[in-house]
């Protein structure tokens, strides 16, 4: 952590630093994201391949995108009796706070008699993003396709970057499709944004996109707007933790790991504190 301190001669300066534009607006990352699009959009699974190589150091040819039923099935046989347990739990408490959020449809007659209401339909098919470059994000696959699935989206695509060989996390697999993913593609980054958005020849289209990610695939989500609806820009990670002499410094620095240890180097992640005390408990 560092630490910067109201008393200190710089502080005015420090401050206009840590509170600079976030790296949503950076001219050089939306100009390489926008190339990543348009090579999609123009070629489409050839360019994936390519990205996917260049990025991710696995060369694949089309057929292997996307992940196949005997992988799923291997990934849901090695997965322990922990993992079974503490996904099934968070896929529970998840559908059970999503299902009190999900919208109603009503009607009534107005006063011309005429019936006026409104209806709320799922989405038929929707794109969730899972980032795994630094560590696989079971979380993310539980918070995000969970949502999907209690809303009644019939198809579920999820796209999440694979290793040199070709492999993704094995607890990421099986927590996917326990949320209930209908399609899993080994690709990650930008060009899993476009292919979502535009469609390939072996990704096809969806009709929302909901992506957490790094500066480049939150980028890409504000460059296909119009192409296809996304949830938000939620991006890299930007978190305050207020905290006085009754904070619970166990909690605070679980807040503040939980948002920096995605790694991109673009993350905003801040604890401010009126007690010494506090701060000290956070550091150590």
């Keep these: 952590m560092k ?49 996917t190589e260049r990025f991710d150091g696995a ?18 046989l090695k997965a322990d009796a922990s993992l079974r347990e503490a996904v099934a739990e968070a896929e529970k408490n998840i559908a059970t706070f999503a299902r009190k959020s999900v919208r109603k449809g009503w009607q009534t007659r107005n006063s011309h008699a005429g019936s006026v209401g409104e209806k709320f339909d799922p989405f038929q098919r929707v794109g969730v993003y899972v980032p795994g470059g630094t560590a696989p994000l079971v979380s993310t ?9 209690v809303a009644g989206c ?26 209930g993913a209908t399609e899993i593609y080994r690709i990650g980054g930008a060009q899993a944004v476009a292919a979502m958005a535009y469609g390939t020849a072996s990704i096809h289209r969806v009709q929302k996109i909901f992506v957490p990610g790094n500066a480049y695939v939150v980028a890409a989500k ?16 930007e978190l305050v933790v207020l905290a006085d002499d009754t904070a619970n410094a166990a909690f605070a ?18 604890l401010i504190t009126t007690s010494a005390k506090v701060l000290k408990a956070v550091q150590k």
């Design 154 to 179: 019939r198809e579920i695509a999820v796209c999440t970057p694979c290793g040199p060989d070709g492999s993704i996390n094995g607890a990421l697999l099986y927590a996917a499709r326990a949320a």
């Design 3 to 51: 630490v910067t301190r109201y008393s200190d001669a710089d502080f005015a300066e420090r401050l206009r630093e840590l509170t600079a534009p976030s790296s949503l607006f950076d001219p050089a990352i939306e100009e390489r994201t926008r190339t990543i699009l348009n090579a999609v959009q123009e070629r489409g699974d050839a360019a994936l391949l390519e990205f």
């Design 59 to 76: 060369k694949l040819n089309a057929e292997q995108l996307a992940v196949t039923q005997a992988e799923l099935m291997a990934a849901s």
């Design 222 to 237: 504000r460059l296909v707007v119009g192409h296809v609806a996304i949830d938000l820009l939620p991006g890299p990670s």
């Design 141 to 149: 696959a539980l918070m995000t396709v969970t949502l999907a699935k």
């Design 253 to 270: 620095a679980a807040d503040l790991i939980a948002q920096s240890e995605h790694g991109s180097g673009h993350e905003r992640v801040w």
